[in-house]
């Protein structure tokens, strides 16, 4: 199951890379998120403090009483949220968390169900490794931190695409959860 969780994750990780690099942008950007800089280091010594202390330094704990498969089906379901999401997109993605001067408010497949799909599934993929590993360092150094980081990014995001569309967004933040779809999240907040 180990090697299923790795193989689904590099092919997401291949994904990404292999559509992302080397593509120009469709446009230029009209905004742009100005704590992108803040968030990605923040995430990068996230990820740095978890190799330092997980595998280097061998320490983690048990945490999970769910057997491994259920892990590896979250994480697989987690990749493939994200996938579809990014292939949903198509030129509106970037790394940059940007509107592009040609963006398109994007409300229907995945983006029905949470408004951004593409950071519940970096989630249910911790979520699934932490299961799939019995590893509660992975859910307090990873899940936890980037829980936080996603909601930082999106309230950041959500900023820019309410500058950008109005009202439209707005209406659409009252039938879909940020992060969880709204049916599961109860009441929303904007």
């Known amino acids: ?56 330094a061998g320490w983690d704990f048990p945490f999970s009483p769910l057997p491994a498969a259920i892990g590896l089906a979250l994480a697989v379901a987690g990749v493939a949220l994200c996938v579809w999401a990014k292939v949903h997109l198509k030129t509106n993605f970037t790394v940059t968390l940007g509107i592009k001067q040609d963006h398109a408010l994007i409300t229907s497949g995945p983006y029905a169900l949470v408004r951004h799909p593409m950071y519940t599934g970096f ?4 979520l699934g490794g932490a299961v799939l590993y019995d590893s509660g360092a992975t859910l307090l ?13 999106s309230a950041a995001e959500e900023k820019l695409l309410v500058d950008r569309f109005g009202d439209a967004y707005r209406r659409y933040r009252l039938t879909t959860g940020r992060l969880l779809p709204k049916f599961l999240k109860g009441e929303s907040r904007g």
């Open 1 to 56: 199951m180990r090697i299923l969780f790795w193989c689904a994750t590099l092919a997401g990780l291949v994904h990404f890379a292999a559509s992302s690099l080397g593509r120009p942008g469709s446009s230029a950007y009209a905004a742009r998120c100005r704590p992108v800089r803040a968030i990605r280091l923040a995430e990068t010594l996230i990820v740095l403090l978890y190799v330092a202390v997980v595998p280097l």
């Open 141 to 153: 150094l990873l899940f936890l931190p980037f829980a936080v980081f996603f909601c930082w990014q």
């Open 123 to 126: 989630l249910l993929q911790f």
